[in-house]
T-cell receptor, first 113, second 116 residues
Framework: DQQVKQNSPSLSVQEGRISILNCDYT??????FLWYKKYPAEGPTFLIS?????DKNEDGRFTVFLNKSAKHLSLHIVPSQPGDSAVYFC????????????FGTGTRLKVLA | GAVVSQHPSWVICKSGTSVKIECRSL??????MFWYRQFPKQSLMLMAT?????????EQGVEKDKFLINHASLTLSTLTVTSAHPEDSSFYIC????????????FGQGTRLTVV
């Protein structure tokens, strides 16, 4: 039972355009969501997070939007750069106060120069 | 920033042998570390939560006798894959968080295990 889902396994975007990565979850008890970026043969690197009490969090080129009623979050990258090419995982914290993450299946982003 | 180091980065072993993977927090003390595994094109699946000085907590479906976890110090957790078989071949990743810092968990670089 996949509690965190990323339905798009891959995405290609032209450099300079916006990349939108989507994530859906099923457990309404999740209270904190994160996006991690992963290069091949490396561990994930934390990118940005959002608490369930917010609907938007922005950090430079990265913005995460949360729609609690739809149980949906998205990561916007604008402008996209070739160095952003990686696999992006969304994750949810399973229980408040712990750091036990439940990951989605990942979306491979390719930014074309 | 906080760094989590895993060793080895990759290992090839014969079926039936055991392999130990180390996870170290280099500049902070981690009372809790997490072990994940990732199959190709799949998600990172949490295997177990490693608690310093006590037994690990395993996720449903993970064999604790197969995947031995030891967290003997505040900076080191080890995962031993015992009697490895080809189906254990996977990418294993640990994570740890500095409980004193307001940051998310940091991940090690992962270990690619291939059992032949």
């Amino acid at each position: 039972d996949q509690q965190v889902k990323q339905n798009s396994p891959s995405l290609s975007v032209q450099e300079g355009r916006i990349s939108i990565l989507n994530c859906d979850y099923t457990n309404s008890m999740f209270d904190y969501f994160l996006w991690y970026k992963k290069y091949p043969a490396e561990g994930p690197t934390f990118l940005i997070s959002i608490s369930s009490i917010k609907d938007k969090n922005e950090d430079g080129r990265f913005t995460v939007f949360l729609n609690k009623s739809a149980k949906h979050l998205s990561l916007h990258i604008v402008p996209s750069q070739p160095g952003d090419s990686a696999v992006y995982f969304c994750a949810a914290r399973g229980t408040s106060g712990t750091y036990k993450y439940i990951f989605g299946t990942g979306t491979r982003l390719k930014v074309l120069a | 920033g906080a760094v989590v180091s895993q060793h080895p980065s990759w290992v090839i072993c014969k079926s039936g042998t055991s392999v130990k993977i180390e996870c170290r927090s280099l500049d902070f003390q981690a009372t809790t570390m997490f072990w994940y595994r990732q199959f190709p094109k799949q998600s990172l699946m949490l295997m177990a939560t490693s608690n310093e000085g006590s037994k690990a907590t395993y996720e449903q479906g993970v064999e604790k006798d197969k995947f031995l976890i030891n967290h003997a110090s505040l900076t080191l957790s080890t995962l031993t894959v015992t009697s490895a078989h080809p189906e254990d071949s996977s990418f294993y990743i640990c994570s740890a968080r500095d409980p004193r810092a307001n940051t998310e968990a940091f991940f090690g670089q992962g270990t690619r295990l291939t059992v032949v």
